[in-house]
């Protein structure tokens, strides 16, 4: 069996489980579990893969970031403040559809993992008027929340590619600047389009705010958001985590974990939130499916590593007959594809772009963004399955849009190189 049906069998029965609705905790288990046993499994590379998984750091980190990022989206949600937050912002930009390319876009800035989950509610809110399915929620949200992954200088991908090429982050940013700019002219022209956008007809006399009537959503008056001071103490309230999150991490290099903590702390004194409400965000943020499908997915990324199945791709491919670029390129699009990570596409394939072609922009940028295209179809992208669990839809015809999206920029990048 090559290596490349192995890798592509282990895809398979992946997809085939979530899409028998199967949880991506026991998915990935099971695709771990795969992996192991046909790579010449050894009890050596099942205690690597376990110890890597178990024992860094950066597994808990991810877990408690995202627990503490639910917190805040539970206490921005039940104060009121995302309805408030909403209406002040439709006031000032009279365009639900720019709030819905805002939201997730303003929010992808902060490179964390739980973002995709804090931008939803406000996807679910600035589309109340349209004809939107799940499915296309979860393609907007996804979409827009990552074209900053080629531009913006703390994603952890593009300083860890950095640091690995030795090609300064600057060059590289803007080097690659243009297929941000890119992403978001693609994605208003084919997800922003169409007659799902005109307007409901039973919107038309309702009030421009409408909120649940849950138990778990507090009634914003819509008079009062009309006033300056009111408006103004929403959109602080909103965008200040976020700011002061940025802050944490670029300025005093704030783990996502602690800078999300201090954050939660910080709207809990703010907001007066009393302990038995305390309690109740806790209980109520603690997703287990979520985290045991994170814990799973770091499990995966790990034992394919362990497995050498990964390196042994790369020596297939260098053994075909292609640029070399391209070649990185494909490699990167794979390990993408298998899972979901930027960061872990650049740990992987970038040692070997500083190898084959040291200092060269062009195949680094070539790389970069093969695999980030690789990792957007990655039914393993955490982004993805947040997203998808909050809207409640099927992944695969969302990510279908997607799929077309990042065959144009693939395309595109793969025809510079022969430019």
């Known amino acids: 069996m090559t290596v490349m049906l192995k890798i592509l069998s282990t ?3 992946v997809v085939w489980l979530l899409r028998r609705r199967v949880q991506i905790g026991h998915a990935m288990l099971a695709g771990s579990m795969i992996l192991f046993l046909i790579a010449s499994p050894t009890w050596e590379k099942a205690s690597t893969a376990l110890r890597a998984t178990l024992l860094e750091t950066s597994t808990w980190e991810v877990m408690l970031a995202m627990f503490f990022v639910m917190c805040l989206e539970f206490l921005l949600r039940t104060s009121g403040t995302i309805e408030g937050f909403m209406t002040s912002m439709k006031a000032l930009l009279r365009s639900d559809r720019v709030l819905l390319v805002l939201m997730p876009a303003f929010l992808g800035l902060l490179p964390s993992l739980g973002g995709a989950m804090f931008s939803a509610p406000m996807v679910e809110h600035a589309s109340k008027k349209y004809s939107l399915t799940s ?42 600047g243009g297929y941000t700019f890119l ?34 959503t507090t009634l914003v008056d819509a008079s009062e958001i009309r006033t300056s001071s009111r408006s103004m103490r929403y959109l602080l309230l909103a965008l200040g985590p976020i700011i002061v999150n940025i802050i944490l991490v670029v300025s005093f290099h704030f783990s996502a974990a602690v800078s999300m903590g201090v954050v939660v702390l910080g709207m809990v004194v703010i907001l007066r939130i009393q302990r038995e409400q305390v309690i109740r965000m806790l209980s109520k943020s603690f997703d287990l499916k979520l985290l045991w499908g994170i814990l799973s997915i770091m499990l995966f990324q790990h034992t394919l590593t362990a497995s050498g199945l990964v390196q042994e791709l790369v020596a297939l491919l260098q053994g075909v007959s292609l640029p070399i670029s391209i070649m990185i390129g494909l490699c990167a699009l794979m390990v993408g594809v298998l899972t ?80």
Request: hydrophobic share 50%; with cysteine.
């Open 183 to 216: 992403a978001l002219i693609l994605g208003c022209l084919f997800l922003l389009t169409g007659k799902k956008f005109r307007s409901q007809e039973q919107f038309k006399n309702q009030t421009e705010l409408e909120v649940s009537a849950s138990l778990e």
């Open 340 to 419: 979901g990570s930027p960061q872990g596409v650049v740990a992987i394939t970038f040692p070997i772009v500083a190898v084959l072609a040291p200092g060269n922009v062009n195949t680094a940028t070539t790389a970069y963004v093969m695999g980030i295209a690789g990792s957007m179809l990655s039914p393993a992208h955490l982004c993805l399955i947040v997203t998808g669990e909050y809207f409640k839809a099927d992944i695969f015809k969302a990510l279908r849009p997607v799929l077309f999206l990042e065959g144009i920029i693939v395309a595109i990048v793969i025809l510079t190189q022969f430019i």
């Open 11 to 13: 895809l398979f029965l």
């Open 135 to 176: 499915e296309n929620k979860v393609t907007i949200n996804y979409w827009f929340r990552h074209i900053w992954e080629y531009a913006n200088p703390i994603v952890p991908a593009l300083i860890l590619g950095s640091q690995i090429t030795s090609i300064p982050l600057g060059s590289l940013v803007t080097h690659m």
